[in-house]
């Protein structure tokens, strides 16, 4: 796998109207009020990262005002990590390896921002519905179950605030119900101010520190050159960016594929030095990354789904016949 598609997808991962007064009684609606809490409050807290035997610990303050949407989210066990967020800017901030990447916001969001605003598709692929109201972190959360159509998605439990609506836990699952990973906040401060120092990272990053922007360019749908053939039920394309991978090394075609939860990033790149290894299937958690060589470029397919899925967006995308 190159550093670059690895390193970008990740971070991207890790890497939208404010919340209704009350309490919406269809699914749908507490969907909604979900994706808009996660991006329109105020709040502070910790929250747990669950996958298998690996936990890990960070921690978020995000703060919304008359300067647009302020958000920083740092790593508290392992090799440090920060995601700073202003406005449409993100920066990965990784200490160890004096790294600093500069990306834009391409719609796919962190917990507890992980439901997008559109909820368009949802329903067509996943069966939606209201769980039971329990406590998270102190608060009275209600539950919500997507429950997938078919085996190209994973399924998830969801709970959000009562009063806010702000997701305060995160459940995926696979096609037996056994969990793949969780997000839980273990406290929460929702409302208030945040102080700003909250959301400035605690590293200098000046001298020695290597700056790498990976901003692309947004193409057109009918200009990228690449299609998806046959096409995967229930997602659609949502973005093609284009982004340079450094000197001589030319650039890559990062297509977006979204069923309007789930998203699988295809990178598409110069085949390099080392291209042939760790060909076909790599998963680390909900993630799954497939890879093959096709002609005289690298095929990466990424994303939160199983691997079935994300094999299939790797082997049917091809170049366009002219």
């Not at 056994?178 to 101010?193: A, K, P």
Request: with cysteine.
């Amino acid at each position: 796998m190159r550093l670059f598609s690895v390193v970008l997808g990740l971070c991207a991962f890790l890497a939208q109207a404010p919340a209704l007064a009350e309490h919406p009684t269809d699914p749908l609606s507490w969907l909604g009020r979900i994706s808009t809490a996660g991006q329109r409050l105020n709040y502070v807290g910790t929250f747990m990262y669950q996958s298998g035997a690996h936990v890990e610990t960070s921690r978020i303050a995000h703060r919304v005002d008359a300067g647009g949407e302020f958000e920083r989210l740092e790593v508290l066990d392992g090799s440090p990590r920060e995601i700073i967020r202003r406005g449409a800017e993100v920066r990965c901030v990784l200490p160890d390896e004096r790294t600093v990447i500069i990306d834009e916001t391409q719609g796919r969001r962190a917990f507890p921002a992980r439901v997008p605003v559109s909820l368009t598709g949802l329903a067509e692929n996943y069966r939606v519905r209201k769980g039971e109201v329990g406590r998270v972190a102190g608060l009275e959360a209600q539950s919500l179950v997507l429950e997938p159509k078919d085996d190209l998605r994973y399924g998830h439990v969801l709970w959000a605030d009562l009063q806010s609506g702000l997701l305060l836990k995160s459940r995926t699952v696979d096609q037996r119900g056994d969990v793949i990973e969780q997000f839980s906040f273990s406290e929460v401060r929702i409302g208030g101010e945040v102080d700003a120092a909250l959301l400035e990272s605690r590293f200098e990053t000046g001298e020695g520190w290597r700056i790498v922007n990976a901003r692309g360019s947004s193409m057109a749908a009918d200009s990228v050159g690449w299609v998806l053939d046959p096409a995967v039920p229930g997602y659609q394309l949502s973005s093609v960016v284009r982004r340079p991978l450094g000197r001589d090394r030319g650039e890559a075609v990062h297509m977006v594929f979204s069923d309007g939860l789930a998203a699988i990033s295809v990178f598409i790149e110069p085949v390099g030095d080392g291209a042939q290894a760790g060909l076909g299937p790599v998963s680390s958690g909900a993630i799954n990354i497939y890879k093959r060589v096709l002609g005289a470029h690298l095929v990466t397919a990424l994303g939160e789904a199983p691997e079935g899925a994300v094999r299939r967006f790797g082997e049917s995308i091809r170049a366009e016949a002219r």
